[in-house]
């Protein structure tokens, strides 16, 4: 099956605690993305790597972390995790160069207490 | 930089009305790609149509849009809405990524 895949489909943590998440991807694509998508629904990009490089740090928290093994691969890691931190995190993928058109795995659900 | 505008945040209708969910946008370039996405409740955004050429129309699953550069929008449009319809859209441009809109939740009522 050709898809995004991400785990866990969620978790519950305390603050201060550390967390990862995991994306591969098997559409053969070269870019991946992390997103975070909030309570309002708004889709913000976090951070993307095209072959392994990353291209776009948004203005994150630095307790973020993206972490990509290959170009299948796109992990996610929050040090010491803070409420606002509580949100649906959407890993996605896509073709450079081709219109950029993205496939987005099914999401982890953070919630922090 | 590079922008999308959805004007709706909540759009309510009766099923069996036509459905219109504005986009508009701002690029420097000339040849874009627009799209629009779908969110059903608990699930991820997929695609539900995109385009690349001005003025020609785009169907999928019974919805379609016109890409129109003359006047920068993409507005997506329904002849007749249904109750599994409703979703968030997300109206979104392409540079070297993605940039999205605020998001329309469409709500169909009986």
């Known amino acids: 099956e050709t898809a995004v895949f991400q785990t866990p489909n969620y978790h519950v943590t305390q603050v201060g605690n550390e967390v990862s998440f995991n994306c591969k991807q098997t559409l053969g694509h070269d870019t991946m993305y992390w997103y975070k998508q909030d309570s309002k629904k708004l889709l913000k990009i976090m951070f993307s790597?095209?072959?392994?490089?990353?291209?776009v740090n948004e203005t994150v928290p630095r307790r973020f972390s993206p972490q990509s093994s290959d170009k299948a691969h796109l992990n996610l890691r929050i040090k010491s995790v803070e409420p606002e931190d509580s949100a649906v995190y959407l890993c996605a993928s896509s073709a450079w160069g081709d219109s950029y058109e993205q496939y987005f795995g099914p999401g982890t659900r953070l919630t922090v207490l | 930089g590079d922008s999308v505008t959805q004007t709706e945040g909540l759009v309510t209708l009766t099923e069996g009305l036509p459905v219109m969910l504005n986009c508009t946008y701002q690029t420097i370039y000339s040849n874009p790609f627009l799209f629009w996405y779908v969110q059903h409740l608990n699930e991820s955004p997929r695609l539900l149509l995109k385009?690349?050429?001005d003025n020609k129309r785009t169907e999928h699953q019974g919805f379609h849009a016109t890409l129109h550069k003359s006047s920068s929008s993409f507005h997506l449009q329904k002849s007749s809405a249904q109750l599994s319809d409703s979703a968030l859209y997300y109206c979104?441009?392409?540079?070297?990524?993605?940039?999205w809109g605020s998001g329309t939740k469409l709500i169909i009522k009986p």
């Open positions: 385009s690349f050429t």
């Open positions: 790597y095209n072959n392994k490089q990353l291209i």
């Open positions: 979104a441009l392409s540079n070297y990524q993605l940039i």
